[in-house]
């Protein structure tokens, strides 16, 4: 398939999504929100991917929604309906696939870009990079799963602060809180996440679906539910491959060969 503002390339299970609007410090706009769209269904419906990385060309990761591309659409609400339901879909059946999505975080992450950051399971940033949710400095509420994620992240008071002050984080402040998991120069940004996608890809790709199951669920369910859950997950690891070759590589003392089955 053909996209307009990124790229999207697979790789020995890893499939590599990148923001290709540069020029624009990679702002959303309705064709990227539409892009990102298709690439999950893509995804969804069977492209050989067992991890995902999400990373951007040119010196910003994403500078939130293209606010001057809305501006001058002939009708301003509906523009960010569609693009917002493009979007969101899109987040939607990410979050809902097996394999985890691993960002790559250079630059700048603004509004969107902040809520892409906390849509990733995992997130290595460059040390210069400075985060800001900005979404109430233009008299707007924040979208693209941020209401979801980042409180889960970083917990409702912290969610709270950067929404409604538009507070930058540094990089090391955003490790600190617990929005991304690892702090790099900003030269290997992309080298170090794309090992971790790799490492990830190389794995047991139906655990990591239940570990994202569970801990989505991890807010809503009571402990006794909680637990089943856990006993049904842990069960169906057994009737795939992946979890017998797991014992069996721990009993003979090998490294594992997880085929994501």
Request: proline residues 3%; contains cysteine; hydrophobic residues 40%.
């Amino acid at each position: 398939m053909k996209y307009e503002t990124l790229k999207f390339d697979i790789d020995q299970g890893l499939g590599i999504i990148t923001l290709n609007r540069p020029e624009a410090a990679n702002a959303i706009n309705i064709p990227m929100a539409k892009d990102l769209l298709n690439v999950a269904i893509e995804c969804e419906g069977g492209a050989p991917v067992r991890s995902l990385l999400l990373k951007s060309e040119g010196k910003l990761f994403c500078a939130g929604g293209d606010l001057k591309f809305i501006s001058e659409l002939d009708n301003i609400r509906s523009g960010l309906a569609e693009m917002l339901g493009y979007l969101h879909a899109a987040l939607g059946k990410i979050d809902h696939l097996d394999t985890p999505l691993v960002g790559a975080i250079s630059g700048t992450a603004a509004g969107a870009g902040l809520s892409l950051v906390s849509a990733c399971d995992l997130a290595v940033a460059g040390e210069s990079v400075n985060f800001t949710m900005a979404y109430t400095a233009a008299g707007l509420t924040p979208d693209a799963s941020s209401t979801f994620h980042l409180p889960r992240s970083i917990g409702k008071k912290r969610a709270m602060e950067l929404m409604l002050t538009n507070r930058v984080l540094s990089s090391k402040e955003a490790l600190d809180w617990g929005l991304i998991n690892s702090v790099v120069t900003d030269d290997s940004v992309n080298d170090e996440a794309e090992k971790l996608a790799r490492k990830l890809a190389n794995g047991p790709t139906k655990a990591y679906a239940g570990v994202k199951n569970m801990l989505r669920q991890t807010f809503s369910n009571g402990l006794e539910t909680q637990m089943e859950e856990e006993s049904q997950i842990f069960a169906q690891q057994l009737k795939g491959n992946d979890g017998i070759e797991g014992i069996k590589a721990f009993t003979e003392k090998r490294k594992p060969d997880f085929k994501g089955e």
